[in-house]
């Protein structure tokens, strides 16, 4: 089986059991953690995130580009379409220091206004 039809199933297996229903598009903390996408840094892991916790984005070396910016943005205009006065969250930036080989040390972790 390929890995993306054990996905597949796993999403099946987590349709079956409704918790989607529960979903909701307004998260529980208002945080928006930038992250990087490497495979050990998942932030459901050390954050302790579960669905519907926060709005996560993981590029690569977890950096404010102008796509996460574009993100943010529209993060801030859901939240202030969806609740009268839109929640307020904050922005985290997670970096990691178990840097690919050769690259520079990764930054310590650190919060943004």
Same mark, same amino acid.
């Given at each position: 089986?390929a890995d993306?039809? @054990?996905?597949? @199933? /796993?999403?099946?297996?987590?349709?079956?059991?409704c918790?989607?229903?529960?979903? /909701? !598009? !307004?998260?529980r903390? @208002?945080?928006?953690v !930038?992250?990087c996408l490497d495979?050990?840094t998942?932030?459901s892991?050390?954050?302790?995130?579960?669905l519907?916790? *926060?709005?996560v984005?993981?590029n690569?070396?977890?950096?404010?580009?102008?796509?996460?910016l574009k993100?943010?943005a529209?993060?801030?205009?859901?939240?202030?379409?969806?609740v009268a006065?839109?929640? @307020?969250?904050?922005?985290?930036?997670?970096h990691?220091?178990?840097?690919?080989?050769?690259?520079?040390?990764?930054? *310590?972790?650190? /919060?943004?206004?």
């Amino acid at each position: 089986m390929a890995d993306s039809d @054990q996905l597949l @199933q /796993r999403n099946k297996d987590l349709e079956a059991t409704c918790a989607h229903e529960e979903a /909701r !598009i !307004i998260a529980r903390h @208002q945080v928006f953690v !930038i992250t990087c996408l490497d495979p050990r840094t998942d932030s459901s892991a050390f954050l302790e995130l579960d669905l519907c916790d *926060a709005m996560v984005v993981g590029n690569a070396g977890g950096h404010v580009s102008a796509d996460v910016l574009k993100d943010l943005a529209y993060a801030g205009y859901l939240a202030s379409a969806l609740v009268a006065g839109g929640p @307020q969250f904050e922005a985290a930036v997670v970096h990691h220091e178990a840097a690919p080989p050769g690259s520079s040390r990764a930054e *310590a972790p650190r /919060r943004l206004a």
